[in-house]
């Protein structure tokens, strides 16, 4: 009987990787990240404050429905609407090392540690955003699905 009540238990705990800094995950043959990191459920409120705010910093690139914000970026496209055209998995994989999408791309890679330059060394190891903040975001970004409206420019 106890064998039982343990797998049960111990089904139900996060991943263990997720005590390290940067979570397991599995790229699948059709380019996306399919499960949430560490098993996360993401909170768009909390998505839209890191996508707002310096820890993600992704306004300096990137235009957003934020109107409180006054500066948006233009080098990375706006993120209006991005949730109608892209999916969870999708998402995941551009936030966790967009360079797998764009070998070329100025995005940084916000859950990937190797194989990088110029890092400080106490950041060293550290990814730039947590399991629980990707998966936020990208609740966040799931709720654009609407086009900027058209008198609204970069």
């Given at each position: 009987?106890?064998?039982?009540?343990?797998?049960?238990?111990?089904?139900?705990?996060?991943?263990?990787?997720?005590?390290?800094?940067?979570?397991?995950?599995?790229?699948?043959?059709?380019?996306v990240?399919?499960?949430?990191?560490?098993?996360?459920?993401?909170?768009?409120?909390?998505?839209?404050?890191?996508?707002?705010?310096?820890r993600g910093?992704?306004?300096?690139c990137?235009?957003?429905?934020?109107?409180?914000?006054?500066?948006?970026g233009?080098?990375?496209?706006?993120?209006?609407g991005?949730?109608?055209?892209?999916?969870?998995?999708?998402?995941?994989?551009?936030?966790?090392?967009?360079?797998?999408?764009?070998?070329?791309t100025?995005?940084?890679?916000?859950?990937?540690?190797e194989?990088?330059?110029?890092?400080?060394?106490d950041?060293?190891?550290q990814?730039?955003?947590?399991?629980?903040?990707?998966?936020?975001?990208?609740a966040?970004?799931?709720?654009?699905?609407?086009?900027?409206p058209?008198?609204?420019?970069?």
């Amino acid at each position: 009987m106890l064998a039982p009540l343990f797998v049960i238990a111990f089904a139900s705990r996060p991943a263990a990787a997720c005590g390290h800094p940067v979570a397991a995950y599995e790229v699948s043959e059709g380019g996306v990240i399919e499960r949430p990191l560490c098993g996360l459920a993401g909170d768009a409120e909390r998505g839209r404050a890191v996508v707002a705010g310096r820890r993600g910093n992704c306004l300096a690139c990137h235009a957003a429905p934020i109107p409180e914000e006054p500066f948006h970026g233009t080098i990375g496209p706006p993120l209006h609407g991005v949730g109608a055209v892209f999916s969870a998995g999708e998402l995941r994989l551009r936030l966790v090392d967009s360079t797998r999408v764009n070998r070329a791309t100025v995005m940084p890679p916000f859950h990937r540690v190797e194989g990088l330059r110029g890092v400080r060394r106490d950041r060293a190891g550290q990814p730039i955003l947590s399991a629980r903040e990707i998966e936020d975001v990208i609740a966040y970004l799931l709720t654009l699905t609407e086009d900027a409206p058209a008198d609204e420019t970069r």
